[in-house]
């Protein structure tokens, strides 16, 4: 049985602009990072022969998969 929740959240505007923005659109945030890792995964799969490169994207999605964990949102992208 799920229990339904809401939630009102307010801001000051037009000082608090950037973090309504974010609110607002922090969906599409997580739907363009997860787009774009499931991409670099792919590309390291099937299209990456240098293994440079490769070294150099696996890093870049390592640090940014740190960040999504200390920033405590990588259950959003990783779902």
Known sequence: MHTKMEATLK???PEEQEQFE???RGMHLCNAVR???DN????LKHSIEDDNEARIMLRC???LSEQLEAYG???LIYS
Do not use: F, I, K, Q
């Open 22 to 24: 974010a609110a607002v």
């Open 73 to 75: 949102v990588s259950n």
């Open 11 to 13: 801001y000051n505007l």
């Open 40 to 43: 670099t995964r792919r590309r």
């Open 35 to 37: 787009r774009h890792m």
């Open 61 to 63: 999605m390592e640090e």
